[in-house]
């Protein structure tokens, strides 16, 4: 369906409509709205507390410890399926991760430096403050080394929020929110590395750069077969996980170490779709393989003019966000409560980091990096902003989760989630009443 005389609409529908489509359509539909990987996430998170807490708690628990093996001959690696979860699984995660780091990197806010300054300082502050908060709650104590927990931001219920609130929140903040979430994911990633690495083989992390280094290599020759390069991941994956450091650090290298130039230009491109229309319309081309074999080029080049970075982010972001991170949160979030489980001292800590801590070092570290003039605030964004943007920062969930299980195990384990929960929830929340306030509906109808 055309919709103006600019030449480049394209028809909305290219196959026939198939009985499939009425199946397959709905969900194509709700996996594009922003908000729906929060929403299939809390959903996940939700079943597993309610399960954790029924009449099939045991069952429940038992079977995230089934031991699945994976070998080939003598060799074999036996973990338990949370584990592959946890260590396989949310590499994947990390991978899109790293390919969002390098887009801000590249080409979004994080390019430049004016820009970038306030979303960074923000990020600072978001991540020492909680961090200050939780060791000063639990100092001297068995909990002391969960220090990390409250330090991460979960893009994914954050990108939710900001959605759900609709166009009265401005771009400025969002754009803001987004490069903060990132930074955090950068933080996280750091701490994850020099936190929680408890001991460390040299052979295996030698190995695991020196597949490193064989990747950027093939990189450099022009490889381009994609399983040469799925294989030599899952080898560097297995060196990582061999040798101390958490394996998903491998993701987040992969994601960086991903081109982000497309291996053909688009006058190239353009070259090869006006031979295609030729070819289409049966100039110049007599024999079927003949036009088989333009059209062929035709198709690999439409393919490889989309940069390996933006076409990796676009096939797995939906694979993250409606399959690994709820398994993970179905894997990770069963806890269970009693009575006595919300006055634990490492939840409390954990909360109130995440609820105080987030706000108030997003909004001191942004107020100094603008009055040493280091960076300024976004259009339409002011300080109560900055503050409830603080507030919905304290939604750790995802990444909250995953340093809790590398920092605390047993008691301390259960009641860090259970902070993580709360501290989550009520940062949601308050930030998305304050926001609606500073930012009333009829304002943002108004200015439309």
């Given amino acids: 369906m055309q919709t103006g005389d600019s030449g480049c609409d394209f028809p909305e529908r290219i196959f026939p409509k198939a009985p499939i489509d009425l199946v397959v359509e709905p969900f194509k539909r709700f996996m594009h709205i922003e908000a729906a990987g929060g929403i299939v996430l809390l959903a996940a998170a939700a079943l597993s507390m309610a399960l954790a807490n029924s009449p099939l708690a045991d069952g429940f628990a038992s079977f995230w410890e089934t031991e699945l093996v994976i070998g080939l001959g003598s060799f074999h690696l036996a973990h338990s399926l949370r584990h592959w979860i946890n260590d396989g699984l ?4 990390f991978f899109v991760v790293g390919l969002e780091v390098k887009r801000e990197l590249v080409m979004g806010e994080l390019t430049d430096l004016r820009k970038a300054a306030l979303p960074m300082a923000a990020a600072l502050g978001g991540m020492l403050a909680p961090a200050g908060i939780y060791l000063a709650m639990q100092y001297g104590k068995a909990g002391a080394h969960g220090w990390g927990i409250p330090m991460a931001t979960d893009i994914a219920f954050v990108v939710g929020c900001l959605t759900l609130l609709g166009p009265r929140v401005p771009s400025g903040l969002r754009i803001m929110m987004l490069s903060l979430a990132i930074a955090d994911d950068i933080g996280a990633i750091l701490v994850i590395a020099i936190g929680y690495t408890d001991h ?3 052979a295996y992390l030698v190995a695991a750069f ?3 280094c064989l990747m950027v290599v093939f990189f450099r020759l022009g490889i381009r077969s994609v399983a040469t390069y799925v294989v030599l991941m899952v ?3 297995f060196f990582f996980h061999q040798s101390g450091i958490h394996a998903t650090l491998a993701g987040v290298i992969f994601g960086l170490l991903t081109p982000s130039r497309a291996p053909v230009s688009k006058g190239v491109l353009g070259e090869m779709v006006q031979k295609a229309s030729a070819v289409v319309q049966g100039c110049g081309v007599n024999l079927p393989e003949q036009r088989f074999r333009r059209l062929r080029q035709m198709e690999i ?4 003019s989309i940069s390996p970075m933006e076409r990796f982010e676009n096939k797995l972001h939906p694979w993250v966000a409606f399959v690994i991170m709820p398994l993970f949160a179905l894997a990770n979030a069963g806890i269970t409560v009693h009575a006595d489980s919300f006055s634990h001292p490492v939840a409390l800590a954990v909360a109130i980091a ?8 997003i909004f001191i570290f942004s107020w100094l990096a603008v009055k040493a003039g280091l960076a300024r605030l976004p259009a339409g964004v002011g300080w109560k902003a900055i503050f409830a943007g603080g507030l919905l920062a304290g939604i750790g969930f995802t990444m909250a989760l995953f340093i809790a299980g590398l920092a605390v195990k047993g008691e301390l384990l259960e009641a860090a989630k259970l902070g993580v929960i709360i501290g989550s929830a009520a940062s949601a929340v308050a930030g998305m009443v304050m926001l609606a306030l500073i930012f009333p509906r009829r304002k943002a109808q108004g200015a439309a």
């Fill in 90 to 93: 949310m590499v994947i995660f």
């Fill in 200 to 202: 460390l083989s040299l």
């Fill in 210 to 212: 020196a597949g490193i």
């Fill in 235 to 237: 080898v560097v994956w």
């Fill in 301 to 304: 080049a439409l393919r490889k």
């Fill in 354 to 361: 995440l609820l105080a801590g987030k706000p108030a070092g």
